[in-house]
Structures are given as C-alpha cells and as structure tokens.
C-alpha cells in the first residue's frame, strides 16, 4: 500500500469533488427558501455598496464636512435622488457612507463579544457543576439581568461620545448571549458519546474542548451572529439616535433619523430614506440568518 | 377475487425530492390484505417499509414526498384519490395505527384520559358522542389490554407510566371503535424482550378475539414467525418474497429472504452467518434490473437488465426472482 | 490466566434525600466476575439490569461505590481521571450506537488516528499507514480516511468504532451492546467480524446485550443480571440447554425464534409476567420476587446468595443449593 500515491491522486481528487458537492449541498439547502436569497441579495448589495462608497455615490463629500445651504432641503428628485438634508447634503450618498459604519460596528463587536462568549462558554460547560462554572455563569446571568440598550446608554455615557466607545459598551451587552448560548451546547456535547470515548482513552483536555467539543458548538453560533448582526446594527442606531457613537459630521443612520425628524412631516426625506435603511439592512441580515440556519440544520442521510 | 381484499396496493412508486434528484424508495410495491388475515411485512432498514405504512394513510412528509405512480384500494375505493373528508373518516374509523415508538405517540402534555377520549369520539357517529358513553368506552379498552386501575391511569400523563403501559395504550387507542384494518408499526420493539412478549401475546390474543385484519409490520423474523398468518419480505422499495408463515420458513426462495434467514442467530447455537455481502442501494441510483443483483449470490445476466415480475410457486408463494420465472 | 477480576462490585447513585436519608439507585448491587484471557464473557440483562453501569464502572466512567475490581493484577477500581495512560491502552470500549459515537465533526482517519497518536505515539505517514491498516481489518477500504461518520451506514460507523477500539492494541474490549441498533443482517457481519478478529489477536471481550440469540453464538460464558445482581452464570451451551433460575427461564422463553427446534429448547411455563421495577425501589428479599413463578416462603424476606450447582455453573435462587439442582425445603406450588 504506497500512501503517497493514493493521497497524490485519488484522496485530492475526491477531497475536491467533496468540496464542491458540498458547497452544492449547503447552497440547495440554504435557496429552498427565497426570502433567503433575498436576504443575501439585500445583504449583499449593502456590504459592496459600503466598500465601494468612494467611488459608487453621486456625492462622495457630502459624506464629510460639506455644506451647501441653496439646495438645502431639496425633494427627491433627478439630482438629488433621496433629496437633501437641512445642510444641502445628498441623504442618498450619506446613507451609503453610513452602511460603512453600521457594517464596521457589528465587525468590531462580534468579533470581540463572540469569542470571548465562546470560550468562556465553553469552559463553563466542560467545568459543570464545578465552581468555575458558578463563577462564569453567574458573572453572565449579572450582565444578561440588564436590559441591553440602557446599559450599551449607560456605559456609552460614562464614557466619552464616541464611535469607539459606543462599540465598547455594545460588546460588553453582547458577549453574555453567546457564553449562554455556548454553555447549553457544551454541556450538552460533553455528554455525547464520541467526547466520553475520547476522555475514556485518555485524550488530553485541549483535545477535548477545541477538537471534539468546539465544532459541535459552533453551528447555532453562526446562526446566532447573522441574526445578531441586524440587533447590533439596531443597537448602534438607537445610539446614535441619541447622539452616542458616531459623531457629525460622519453619517450614521441613527443620527439622521433623529435630526431629520425634527423636519417632520413636511421635508419628510430626510428622516423616512434613512430609516427605511435600516429597515433594509436589518431585513436582510435576518433573512440571512434564517437562511444560514437552514443550512447548517444537522442533516441525517 | 379481487373484491375481497381489504387493503390491494398496486404498482405503488413513490419517490422523494432531494438535492441531485429522487430517491425512488418503493419500486413498484404489490400487496393485499384480505379480511380477517394477519400478515406481516418484513424488511430491513432502508427498504421502505416505512415509506409503505405512511403512504396508506397518506402522512408523507411535504413537499419532498410525491407518489408517482399506483393504487392503494382500501374496500374498493383509492386511498390516494380520496379526498380530505373522506380521507378523515378511513383515519379515524376505518384503519388504525400503533406507532413503533409509544412515548412519542403520545402528547406529553395531555392526560391519558383526554387523548383517548379524542380518539374515541372522532371514531364515534355524532350521536353517540356523549360524555358518559365515551368513558365506558375507554374503561373497557383499556380493561382488554390488561391496564388496572383504569381511572386512575385515566388522569396520569404518559411520562408517570413505564414503556410497556404505554405501548398498551396505543394498543387500546386502536380499539375503541371497530376498524377494519390494524396495522402494527414494530410493535414492542422500544420495549425489553420480556415486555415485547407480553405485548405480542396481547395483540395476537386482541386480534383473534375481536377478528381484525392486522398488518404487522418488522424487521424481526421471530416476531413475524409468530404472529402472522402470510409474510412479506421487502427489499429495496419491493416486495421480494411473499408466502404463508410456514412455507416462508420451511422453503425459503429468494436469495435475500435465503441470506436474511441464514443470518439471524440461534438459541440452539450453530454459529451466526457472515451476513449477506453488500449493502443497501442508493436510492438516487438504484441498480438497474433486480435491485438485489449486486448483492446476489445467484445473480445472472438477465438480473441487471430487466425487473423481475412475481412469479407463482405454489399457493400463495409467490417469489420476484429470475429463478423461479420467465427466463428470457 | 485470568485477565479481570470483579469482587463483590458495588455502584450507587445517590437520586435523592428523604428523612431517612440519601435515596439510592442501586445499579450495581454485589457483582463477582472473572473473565479469562482470550474468552468472551457475555452479560445479559434487561433494561435496568445495570449491565452498561457495569461495563461503565469497569472502563472507569464512574468511581465504583464499593468492592474490587483488578485487571492484569492492577487495581482499577477508581475513575478514569486517576487511571494512568498504559491500563486505558489495554482497556477499550465499543458503545451501543454508533452515531453518537463518533464525532460528526471529524472524519474517520482523526477518529481512529487519536487512539493511535496517544497510545502508540505514532505520527504522519506511519500514522496514515496504520489508520489504513486498521481499516483494512475492519474490512473498510482505505478511502473512508476522509469521510465524515455521517455519509457512511449503521454498520460501517460500527466496524469503524471497533477499528478505533483496535488501534491502541488492547487486550479487553468490553462491547455494549454493539449490534442492538443494527438490521440483522449487517449484525450477522459485524459479529463474525469481531469472533474473527478475536481469534487474529488473541482479545478479550465482555460482551453485553440483551439479545440472547446472539450471545449463545457469541460466548463461551454467560452472566445474566437483574437489577443489579447477578442471577446466574454458566456456560454457553449449558445455559440455554439447562437453565436453572426463573429470570433465566422466563427470558430465554421469551425470545422470539424462528425454528422448531429453538421453540423446542425454550422453556415452557414461563410466561412473563409484571412489569420490570425501577432500580430504586428494589423490593426486599430476592429482587425477583414480585415476578417469579416460583416464589416460595422465604423470598421476600431473604437475599439469597450465589451457589455453584455443577462446575461452572452459578444461581442465586433460593431454589438451589451447593451441588444439588433442587432444593427441598423451598416450599412452592409449582413444579419446574
């Protein structure tokens, strides 16, 4: 038996073929639904419209400190397509540049808040029913106990206004739901037969939580940061509705919701195109999500 | 002849919707049921029987599922063609199920008492739907499978009652109205042996008292050996084997009933069988021809070309194998 | 030469208080065993019997409550955590099913390679070589390296936990319960496979299941169990054709068979009868009692204890004593 041969030709071969009939796989199960598709369309066009912003949008220094106070309220029109704000500022080109920020924040957050969930999680669960279980469960309980927004308000406040900041305190609200989220998945997983087996024959404890145990935990965890990037999203708009995160001139979709609603209803553009973003955006990554859940569903052949 | 069956499926096809195409699950399935017999459907896992049983009474799964071709005649008329009304009245009066798994027939949040009542009324004419009526009814059931305590149990949940009290309530469930037709899916098969045997002699005792035509459906032999009249052997989405018990046993024809025969451990000893080589086809690809020519040990050219049909070898055997019938 | 020696073996699980105390599910109540190297000792049972705590106890899930166990003149009678690295090499075990058994996260090569890195210390192409060894044993062809537990068949995920039992080159494997889950005809193959690769390596096997058409082709010894104790023990052959306690009685009458000649060996008069009780509420006296046809005057009241009949051949039945196959001052009705 030459093992180099059989992985040189037939392993790579049929590793690739698995690859792709994977993909196919995932991808069928993921379009049976369409509102999926059409989350990931919506998502999509947001995600390339944010990076390409510079050089997609009509008015890319409307986006910075710009003013231009003759068109200054001007309707939805041919030049201005959303119309233009109290300062002249094209609110379709803001919008855009906004997504920049509104994408940039979930990033951030989830990035830091989803693995330190994780792992702490995962800790919690393999040590159940020890005393570092108690003390992460409860510091998580602690955290979960306070209502999301007045505390991502709370430590948004205490702390200067600013886009840094605000991500500090939304991360902060959302590392508690994935260790939780975690915790369950893990304890449960630490039961299955295929870990017994390995702590049985004496694999170390590494091996068990990042190799047996972590790859069991993950799927609701994906499904879980679709959803949640449309909650973050949310979240930082409520700041910056209230002047927390995003400071002007940058736009951010809160901010302009908020200053446009003082123009209501008569130059009603201003605040309805930007909260219709949000909308969108929040629609979609949704979507999305329900479809990222799909597509991990455990399949039984 | 025909106009005495109970239950005749016809040519019945049914495929599923995947990713890369159908799952063609039954291939053409032929069976009958006539009334008062008891028969038994024997087959692994994988060869449909499942498929089968929720194809009668029509509780595929949607959308995948699609029947795509045949007839399920059930007192003459198509199951398949019926609609939703009269769908209803063959569920709740006409044939009844015992689910293979008695803790998951079962809502865990209703009593006893309330998912009986439910089953009884619907199989109940409007008039005599009355409280009173409906409770005798279901004390007496559930005195026949051998339950004490009959009001008690009435008000316990099904999580407050052991595997075996369970599986006789779904037994009594199929006895609170006269129906034409029971069918039996792996009963006893979640319970211990002792258990099992218990039950199997209740139902055999049930059956014989109240005369009902009665599909059991396994993938034990000993099971099937003991309480049905004729069996089935089903492979791969078809019928491969039918005879009555007896000759089933004594003269076994088809190579897999011959195989699955030869791998089933003695009490007396003697050895266990290396089984039968292979495995069970995909259904996306099935082999062409016999489905079981891959695995045969008797396996001939005509096998992979052309389906075999079931051919007569003595009354009521009836073997679906190019050795026992029209060689080309 | 003697490979396991269980004495007296005893694991409690505390369920709850009431004001007399801890309340106790007895699963393991007082098991004596020995098993001999190269034999396959098979433990019968029902649901509730403790057979799997058993096997558990034994491979060291759980730390037992009381008694001895020594295996190749180590005592093992503590948890895995405290066990050193050369008693888990010999000591392997295969569970009942097979998909919760493997991780559906891995593929088979890192399934059966974990066994082979940790105990044989082997890494790289002598790792792969030795994974495809394995696999070929097993009679799986090379390619199932890269697949994943979820694309392959019932018995296949079987022959792969049993190849992942293999690779640290055991001498006792204890099975439990390996082929309830599977169609008969895959178990026909699975089985011939492990009395074959018995013979190869010269293994040891504690085979459980509740199956008793399997066992009688499977062992040389079998043990029967009932809520935590042993019921009676003998040789294969000498225990189908002899059976001397009513548990066993009524078990092997029961088993659904499919010839004359079987139907001829069961045991007639031994209907089952009564529900199977909890092991936390074991009745006083013989376990058995509240079941058992035979029941005399002093079954509710005294435990009785195990005696040796013939050679080899175990009861605990007050039916019984030393040497003789009947007991004459056991006061019943019925005749055996």
Same mark, same amino acid.
């Given at each position: 038996?030459?093992?180099?041969?059989?992985?040189?030709?037939?392993?790579?071969?049929?590793?690739?073929?698995?690859?792709?009939?994977?993909?196919?796989?995932?991808?069928?199960?993921?379009?049976?639904?369409?509102?999926?598709?059409?989350?990931?369309?919506?998502?999509?066009?947001?995600?390339?419209?944010?990076?390409?912003?510079?050089?997609?949008?009509?008015?890319?220094?409307?986006?910075?400190?710009?003013?231009?106070?003759?068109?200054?309220?001007?309707?939805?029109?041919?030049?201005?397509?959303?119309?233009?704000?109290?300062?002249?500022?094209?609110?379709?080109?803001?919008?855009?540049?906004?997504?920049?920020?509104?994408?940039?924040?979930?990033?951030?957050?989830?990035?830091?808040?989803?693995?330190?969930?994780?792992?702490?999680?995962?800790?919690?669960?393999?040590?159940?029913?020890?005393?570092?279980?108690?003390?992460?469960?409860?510091?998580?309980?602690?955290?979960?106990?306070?209502?999301?927004?007045?505390?991502?308000?709370?430590?948004?406040?205490?702390?200067?206004?600013?886009?840094?900041?605000?991500?500090?305190?939304?991360?902060?609200?959302?590392?508690?739901?994935?260790?939780?989220?975690?915790?369950?998945?893990?304890?449960?997983?630490?039961?299955?037969?295929?870990?017994?087996?390995?702590?049985?024959?004496?694999?170390?404890?590494?091996?068990?939580?990042?190799?047996?145990?972590?790859?069991?935990?993950?799927?609701?965890?994906?499904?879980?940061?679709?959803?949640?990037?449309?909650?973050?999203?949310?979240?930082?708009?409520?700041?910056?509705?209230?002047?927390?995160?995003?400071?002007?001139?940058?736009?951010?979709?809160?901010?302009?919701?908020?200053?446009?609603?003082?123009?209501?209803?008569?130059?009603?553009?201003?605040?309805?195109?930007?909260?219709?973003?949000?909308?969108?955006?929040?629609?979609?990554?949704?979507?999305?999500?329900?479809?990222?859940?799909?597509?991990?569903?455990?399949?039984?052949? | 002849?025909?106009?005495?069956?109970?239950?005749?499926?016809?040519?019945?096809?049914?495929?599923?919707?995947?990713?890369?195409?159908?799952?063609?699950?039954?291939?053409?399935?032929?069976?009958?049921?006539?009334?008062?017999?008891?028969?038994?459907?024997?087959?692994?896992?994988?060869?449909?029987?499942?498929?089968?049983?929720?194809?009668?009474?029509?509780?595929?799964?949607?959308?995948?599922?699609?029947?795509?071709?045949?007839?399920?005649?059930?007192?003459?008329?198509?199951?398949?063609?019926?609609?939703?009304?009269?769908?209803?009245?063959?569920?709740?009066?006409?044939?009844?199920?015992?689910?293979?798994?008695?803790?998951?027939?079962?809502?865990?949040?209703?009593?006893?008492?309330?998912?009986?009542?439910?089953?009884?009324?619907?199989?109940?004419?409007?008039?005599?739907?009355?409280?009173?009526?409906? #409770?005798? %009814? $279901? @004390?007496?059931?559930?005195?026949? =499978? *051998?339950?004490?305590?009959?009001? +008690?149990?009435?008000?316990? &949940?099904?999580?407050?009652?052991?595997?075996?009290?369970?599986?006789?309530?779904?037994?009594?469930?199929?006895?609170?109205?006269?129906?034409?037709?029971?069918?039996?899916?792996?009963?006893?098969?979640?319970?211990?042996?002792?258990?099992?045997?218990?039950?199997?002699?209740?139902?055999?005792?049930?059956?014989?008292?109240?005369?009902? #035509?009665? %599909? $059991? @459906?396994?993938?034990?032999?000993? =099971? *099937?050996?003991?309480?049905?009249? +004729?069996?089935?052997?089903? &492979?791969?989405?078809?019928?491969?084997?039918?005879?009555?018990?007896?000759?089933?046993?004594?003269?076994?024809?088809?190579?897999?009933?011959?195989?699955?025969?030869?791998?089933?451990?003695?009490?007396?000893?003697?050895?266990?069988?290396?089984?039968?080589?292979?495995?069970?086809?995909?259904?996306?690809?099935?082999?062409?021809?016999?489905?079981?020519?891959?695995?045969?040990?008797?396996?001939?050219?005509?096998?992979?070309?052309?389906?075999?049909?079931?051919?007569?070898?003595?009354?009521?055997?009836?073997?679906?194998?190019?050795?026992?019938?029209?060689?080309? | 030469?003697?490979?396991?020696?269980?004495?007296?073996?005893?694991?409690?699980?505390?369920?709850?208080?009431?004001?007399?105390?801890?309340?106790?599910?007895?699963?393991?109540?007082?098991?004596?065993?020995?098993?001999?190297?190269?034999?396959?000792?098979?433990?019968?049972?029902?649901?509730?019997?403790?057979?799997?705590?058993?096997?558990?106890?034994?491979?060291?899930?759980?730390?037992?409550?009381?008694?001895?166990?020594?295996?190749?003149?180590?005592?093992?009678?503590?948890?895995?955590?405290?066990?050193?690295?050369?008693?888990?090499?010999?000591?392997?075990?295969?569970?009942?099913?097979?998909?919760?058994?493997?991780?559906?996260?891995?593929?088979?090569?890192?399934?059966?390679?974990?066994?082979?890195?940790?105990?044989?210390?082997?890494?790289?192409?002598?790792?792969?070589?030795?994974?495809?060894?394995?696999?070929?044993?097993?009679?799986?062809?090379?390619?199932?390296?890269?697949?994943?537990?979820?694309?392959?068949?019932?018995?296949?995920?079987?022959?792969?936990?049993?190849?992942?039992?293999?690779?640290?080159?055991?001498?006792?494997?204890?099975?439990?319960?390996?082929?309830?889950?599977?169609?008969?005809?895959?178990?026909?193959?699975?089985?011939?496979?492990?009395?074959?690769?018995?013979?190869?390596?010269?293994?040891?096997?504690?085979?459980?299941?509740?199956?008793?058409?399997?066992?009688?082709?499977?062992?040389?010894?079998?043990?029967?169990?009932?809520?935590?104790?042993?019921?009676?023990?003998?040789?294969?052959?000498?225990?189908?054709?002899?059976?001397?306690?009513?548990?066993?009685?009524?078990?092997?009458?029961?088993?659904?068979?499919?010839?004359?000649?079987?139907?001829?060996?069961?045991?007639?008069?031994?209907?089952?009868?009564?529900?199977?009780?909890?092991?936390?509420?074991?009745?006083?006296?013989?376990?058995?009692?509240?079941?058992?046809?035979?029941?005399?005057?002093?079954?509710?009241?005294?435990?009785?204890?195990?005696?040796?009949?013939?050679?080899?051949?175990?009861?605990?039945?007050?039916?019984?004593?030393?040497?003789?196959?009947?007991?004459?001052?056991?006061?019943?009705?019925?005749?055996?």
């Amino acid at each position: 038996m030459n093992i180099e041969s059989l992985k040189t030709n037939s392993i790579v071969v049929f590793q690739r073929v698995k690859f792709l009939e994977r993909i196919g796989k995932l991808w069928y199960k993921f379009s049976r639904n369409k509102l999926s598709v059409v989350g990931l369309i919506l998502v999509l066009l947001v995600v390339f419209s944010a990076i390409l912003a510079p050089w997609i949008v009509p008015y890319p220094q409307h986006a910075g400190a710009f003013v231009d106070f003759d068109n200054g309220f001007s309707p939805p029109s041919g030049r201005y397509l959303f119309g233009t704000d109290a300062f002249g500022r094209d609110v379709l080109s803001r919008i855009i540049f906004a997504f920049r920020g509104a994408l940039l924040m979930p990033v951030v957050v989830l990035g830091i808040a989803v693995p330190i969930g994780v792992f702490l999680g995962m800790f919690a669960g393999y040590f159940k029913n020890t005393r570092i279980d108690t003390l992460i469960m409860r510091m998580t309980d602690i955290f979960l106990g306070l209502p999301p927004l007045i505390l991502a308000l709370a430590i948004a406040s205490v702390l200067e206004p600013n886009m840094t900041n605000s991500m500090i305190a939304v991360t902060m609200v959302y590392w508690p739901w994935y260790c939780r989220l975690t915790y369950g998945m893990a304890s449960s997983v630490h039961n299955e037969y295929f870990v017994i087996a390995s702590e049985l024959t004496g694999a170390s404890r590494f091996h068990i939580l990042f190799r047996e145990m972590l790859p069991n935990c993950l799927s609701p965890v994906f499904t879980k940061m679709a959803l949640d990037v449309g909650w973050v999203i949310l979240l930082s708009a409520s700041l910056s509705f209230v002047g927390l995160g995003e400071q002007p001139p940058t736009p951010a979709l809160g901010q302009m919701v908020s200053d446009g609603s003082k123009y209501l209803p008569e130059q009603w553009w201003v605040a309805i195109f930007p909260a219709l973003a949000i909308v969108l955006v929040i629609l979609g990554f949704n979507l999305l999500g329900d479809g990222i859940r799909d597509m991990l569903e455990i399949r039984s052949d | 002849m025909n106009s005495d069956r109970l239950l005749d499926i016809r040519d019945l096809q049914v495929w599923y919707r995947v990713y890369g195409g159908y799952l063609k699950v039954l291939d053409g399935v032929f069976f009958h049921l006539g009334k008062g017999e008891r028969v038994a459907l024997v087959g692994e896992t994988g060869c449909g029987k499942t498929t089968l049983m929720k194809t009668i009474l029509r509780i595929l799964p949607q959308p995948e599922s699609h029947i795509h071709h045949g007839e399920i005649l059930f007192k003459g008329k198509d199951i398949l063609r019926m609609n939703y009304a009269e769908l209803q009245r063959v569920r709740s009066k006409g044939i009844a199920m015992i689910f293979q798994d008695p803790t998951a027939a079962l809502n865990p949040v209703f009593t006893i008492g309330t998912q009986l009542f439910e089953v009884t009324k619907h199989a109940l004419p409007r008039s005599e739907q009355s409280k009173d009526h409906v #409770s005798k %009814i $279901v @004390i007496s059931v559930l005195k026949e =499978v *051998a339950l004490p305590d009959q009001e +008690r149990l009435l008000r316990n &949940y099904p999580i407050q009652l052991s595997g075996g009290m369970r599986q006789r309530i779904c037994i009594s469930m199929a006895l609170t109205a006269p129906r034409d037709l029971l069918i039996a899916d792996e009963p006893g098969t979640s319970l211990d042996v002792t258990i099992q045997d218990q039950i199997l002699r209740l139902l055999k005792e049930l059956v014989r008292s109240h005369d009902t #035509s009665t %599909i $059991v @459906i396994t993938h034990s032999l000993g =099971v *099937a050996r003991d309480i049905a009249d +004729r069996i089935y052997v089903m &492979y791969a989405g078809r019928i491969v084997e039918t005879a009555n018990s007896l000759e089933l046993f004594s003269n076994p024809l088809h190579p897999y009933t011959v195989g699955l025969l030869r791998s089933v451990p003695k009490i007396t000893g003697g050895g266990i069988a290396s089984g039968i080589p292979g495995h069970i086809p995909d259904y996306l690809n099935p082999p062409t021809g016999c489905r079981f020519h891959p695995r045969c040990p008797s396996r001939m050219d005509v096998c992979s070309q052309k389906k075999p049909g079931m051919y007569h070898v003595s009354p009521n055997h009836f073997v679906s194998c190019f050795l026992y019938g029209e060689k080309p | 030469m003697i490979l396991l020696e269980i004495k007296n073996l005893k694991k409690y699980f505390e369920v709850g208080r009431n004001r007399k105390g801890p309340i106790y599910l007895r699963a393991v109540d007082g098991i004596s065993l020995s098993i001999e190297e190269g034999e396959t000792l098979g433990l019968v049972g029902e649901s509730g019997s403790g057979k799997s705590t058993l096997a558990y106890t034994v491979i060291g899930m759980y730390r037992p409550t009381g008694g001895e166990a020594i295996f190749k003149g180590q005592n093992i009678a503590v948890e895995y955590s405290r066990r050193p690295l050369t008693l888990k090499k010999e000591m392997q075990i295969v569970f009942q099913d097979p998909a919760s058994s493997l991780n559906p996260r891995r593929n088979i090569g890192q399934i059966i390679g974990l066994n082979l890195r940790l105990h044989r210390k082997l890494q790289g192409v002598e790792l792969q070589s030795a994974v495809v060894e394995l696999l070929q044993r097993v009679e799986l062809s090379p390619d199932y390296m890269y697949k994943s537990p979820m694309s392959i068949g019932g018995g296949e995920k079987q022959l792969v936990a049993v190849a992942r039992a293999l690779a640290p080159q055991p001498s006792l494997i204890l099975l439990d319960e390996p082929t309830s889950a599977l169609d008969v005809s895959i178990q026909a193959k699975i089985i011939t496979k492990l009395i074959n690769l018995q013979k190869e390596l010269h293994l040891t096997y504690l085979f459980i299941t509740h199956d008793l058409s399997v066992i009688r082709n499977v062992a040389n010894k079998i043990a029967i169990m009932y809520l935590g104790k042993i019921c009676e023990i003998a040789e294969a052959a000498e225990f189908f054709q002899n059976p001397l306690h009513p548990y066993t009685r009524m078990l092997i009458s029961s088993v659904p068979v499919i010839s004359e000649e079987e139907e001829r060996l069961k045991p007639k008069k031994y209907i089952s009868s009564g529900e199977i009780p909890s092991p936390v509420n074991i009745p006083p006296g013989c376990s058995f009692h509240m079941r058992c046809p035979e029941r005399g005057t002093r079954c509710d009241t005294e435990d009785p204890v195990i005696v040796e009949v013939s050679k080899g051949h175990f009861v605990r039945c007050h039916l019984f004593r030393q040497g003789n196959d009947l007991c004459k001052d056991h006061q019943t009705e019925s005749n055996i």
